[in-house]
């Protein structure tokens, strides 16, 4: 029986028991939640090592990394550096989205290692079973997404809202179909003269779905890939059918989340997201970005980071991030490092904006340790406490200036906060603030230092201990 199942049913799961804790409410909120579908916990029966997190507009906001291999780079190994890195780095969600060689062995060895749900797309291994686009089959597809399902993945984008009548509308875009699962099947619908079998086999999808507790993550083959072509005909047309799939998938007892696009400029980000709430009834909007301008390849973890705060306040619920590599290669680690940071800043921007409770705690410890010159605890409370490390000592690397009061940037006599400090001793002005207990906040893990939901070095011991063998 699937989470939303059982929420229907009334039932606290251990699943939503320990969302609970992590997100600091009643586990009686997080079953309304799951039964209304407003939010998901993508928890496939199969996933021994997940540690359950949701995934909903009312929750802190979620962080996706995206790795996998292509077929002209990477390896298992370095998929599983990428796994290790992302979750330590502060990913909420993985996919795999390989398209390269060993897809069955890298996709097993992801759900055996990771704590966190793994989503993938069974449109990339349909076709690298068929060969090419107008090949596959609607048996293919569906016993590609049965193996997936039986091997443990807690999300599968499905590309099931591009239709035939959909096609004609993108024909005056700036850059056409950009989803690598849209214009597969785009192309088939063309060559075969008939409609989209992800479609047309819905239903049967939702059976296994429901089997595994496999949670639906409705891909949007007709995002846009310029801002040009943001809120075209073509996006809002496939976002309705989007809608209907995700009414569809809720009278199987399945989870539904609706993926965002894309590229989208900043006064049309707010509209996306209430377009798709209403449309979906709700259902958790999970963003690519989106990117709020295209001039910037090599740059494009900002241009997007910008767009998902955005969308993070107006009620997106989870973040796919983008890396600087985006379109232009595949991302290698410090691709997978810079996203996330950037993509955990977005995040919880968006939270403080939201005022989630606690949300401020972490921004409010830190700056009163830079306040105070404790630069030791100004490092530990950092996003990146090795980076911020790094830039300190470049200039200053002396112990001794651990204890100084000023920095490199305006120097001693310069230096603002040193100066406002001395005023104050020499005046009636006192400072009178609270300083938070991080220990005690009511803030969601996410929401709380060290980076991400998952203590980073547990993870990296049991990922070393599992790729020994010592376990
Ligand atoms: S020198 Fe300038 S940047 Fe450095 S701590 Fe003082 S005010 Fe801040």
Redesign the pocket.
Known sequence: MTQIRKARNGVVTPAMQRVAEREGVESEFVRQQVAAGQAVIPANVHHDSLDPMIIGREFSTKVNANIGNSDTTSSIEEERRKLHVAVSHGADTVMDLSTGEDLDRIREDNVERSPVPIGTVPLYGALKQAGSPEDITPEILLSVIEKQAEQGVDYMTIHAGILMEHLPLTDGRVTGIVSRGGSILASWMEANGEQNPLFTHFEEICEIFAEHDVTFSLGDSLRPGSVADACDEAQYAELDTLGELTRVAWDHDVQVMVEGPGHVPMHKVAENVERQQEVCDGAPFYVLGPLVTDIAPGYDHITSAIGAAMAAEAGAAMLCYVTPKEHLGLPEEKDVKDGLAAYRIAAHSADIANDRPGARDWDDALSSARYEFDWREQFDLALDPERAREFHDQSLPGDNYKDAR??S???AEF????IDQDARDGSERERNVEIPDLDESRAAEVNRPPVGTHDASAAADRIVERATGDD
């Open positions: 000023f920095c940037m305006c120097g230096c603002s906060m040193r």
